[in-house]
């Protein structure tokens, strides 16, 4: 579990960070683009799971 966190606070959401570094996560929630957003979803539940 911590790994994951660890991991997660070193390396923004994969799909996300193609877009932008910093703004990807509010980038990807205002306009979600095709599959991205099932991953994008999955992806923030994992750290929320935290």
Sequence with gaps: ??????KAAQNPPKKRSRKAPAQ??????AHP???DT???????????DM
């Design 1 to 6: 579990a911590s790994a994951r966190r660890e």
């Design 24 to 29: 990807s996560d509010a980038a990807e929630t």
């Design 33 to 35: 683009e095709h599959e």
């Design 38 to 48: 099932e991953m994008e979803i999955q992806g923030d539940d994992v750290v929320r």
